[in-house]
């Protein structure tokens, strides 16, 4: 008797451990991603209030600045998908975390019955909102950002090949709305192969969340 209790203390400890470790884990993605939005929009900021400026001068006017202006803001394209893509793998990475959490609240709820009505978050491992809506502030305002440099891309080399302005601001517009679809169908895509994969991991559907 005293071996098996020493097992369940055991046990419980272990899970608590897990279960903090989980939770650290989901808020240091979080913040992650919050800091690696902000440093996306100074460096944008910062470089396009450069590239004002700069254009501003006589002497950087022509083929040559507008060339080194697309070879800058392709950069910062890139890191601004890098930036989008981790707001995702960032939701992926919670929706599992949060299920696995799930699965040990869902332990103590079995063990202890009572504690049912205070307990605030589910304890079933199905697809969290994370995955099963594509909404996140921090990704949206980084596919805004990304859509905008697109679109400031595609006007430079317009301009760069001579179309006028008129054309040069229809395919700036053009370009701003596709890509931001092009990220949203992205994102809509990785999500929805994530409640796949969740789904099929599941042990513990909300039809079964009723512990008698």
Known sequence: MANKESIEQGTIEFLIAEYNEISEETRRLRQEGIARLNFFITITSSTLAVLAFLGQSKAMTGVFFQGAAIGVLVLLLFIGWDTFRFTIRRD?????????????????????????????????DEPMHWVTNNTSNVRFTAQY????????????????????????????????????????????????????????????????????
């Open 92 to 124: 992926e990475r919670t929706d599992f975390n949060r299920r696995a959490i799930a699965r040990i609240r869902r332990f103590f709820a079995v063990q202890d019955p009572k504690i049912q009505p205070y307990l605030t978050w589910q304890y079933h």
């Open 145 to 212: 950002i990304l859509s905008f440099i697109c679109a400031l891309i595609a006007g430079l080399i317009s301009n760069l090949i001579g179309v006028n302005p008129t054309g040069t601001t229809i395919i700036g517009v053009v370009v701003l709305i596709a890509s931001f679809l092009a990220a949203q169908s992205y994102a809509a895509n990785r999500f929805r192969l994530a409640q796949i994969e969740a789904k099929e991991s599941m042990r513990f559907s909300a039809k079964q969340s009723e512990i008698p």
